[in-house]
């Protein structure tokens, strides 16, 4: 691996149903971050992590879940998918918090 | 809350030069970013400011006016690969970044 990877690249859902995105990277970068991308209102913060074991919340956490369990591995779980949570999906990370963001290549969604 | 603002849109000609305006409001600053984002693809990483005053990397630089909340991205010898969206992010006191719409550039021969 080099950089930082998401899964899977695109994904159809139907609404009501659970979905993990994951990312992985491999940079031993110690903050990673979810966002969302929509037309016209730009990456919006969805959670983060400063550090393995700490989450927090950003922007738009509202039906959304993290967990970061070790350096490398960031999951995104869709407890139950709405049409509003169709979106482009991009993981990032950072050395630090002032560092710059390495983002993933993203994660397609779209939820029927 | 946070507010960016950029424009939509911009046209240049292939050679020229275009200049990205953002103005932001955030709770506290630690910091502007520019990236760019080719259409279907990831933000890549441009530029920090983080200190008033001109940051110059080959044909791109970027301003910071911090008591006024302004920043631009300056493009010179504009190249068709250039044509990208452009993204202004502010680093607020809880180092969470605010992004920009952004902004669509097309350069055209």
């Known amino acids: 691996i080099a950089g930082i990877t998401q899964a899977p690249t695109s994904q159809i859902l139907a609404a009501g149903r659970r979905m993990t995105l994951r990312c992985t990277q491999d940079?031993?970068?110690?903050?990673m971050y979810w966002y969302r991308q929509d037309l016209g209102l730009g990456l919006r913060l969805i959670h983060y992590?400063?550090?393995?074991?700490?989450?927090g919340k950003g922007e738009v956490p509202d039906g959304y879940s993290v967990s970061r369990a070790n350096t490398d591995d960031f999951p995104l779980t869709l407890a139950s998918a709405v049409p509003s949570q169709t979106s482009v999906y991009f993981c990032?990370?950072?050395?630090?918090?002032?560092?710059?963001?390495?983002f993933g290549p993203g994660t397609r969604l779209t939820v029927l | 809350g946070q507010n960016i603002d950029q424009p939509t849109e911009m046209t240049a000609t292939e050679g020229a030069i275009v200049q990205i305006n953002c103005t932001y409001q955030?709770?506290?600053?630690?910091?502007l970013f520019w990236y760019q984002q080719h259409a279907g693809e990831a933000p890549t990483f441009l530029s920090y400011?983080?200190?008033?005053g001109l940051e110059e990397k080959g044909r791109f630089s970027s301003f910071l006016s911090r008591s006024k909340g302004y920043s631009y991205l300056l493009l010179k010898e504009l190249q068709m690969k250039d044509s990208a969206s452009y993204l202004c992010?502010?680093?607020?006191?809880?180092?969470?970044?605010?992004f920009g719409a952004g902004t669509t550039v097309t350069v055209r021969a």
């Open positions: 940079m031993r970068h110690n903050a």
């Open positions: 955030t709770s506290g600053f630690n910091g």
């Open positions: 992010a502010a680093l607020s006191n809880d180092y969470k970044l605010s």
């Open positions: 400011n983080v200190l008033d």
């Open positions: 992590s400063n550090t393995a074991g700490t989450t």
């Open positions: 990032a990370s950072s050395d630090s918090e002032t560092a710059e963001q390495f």
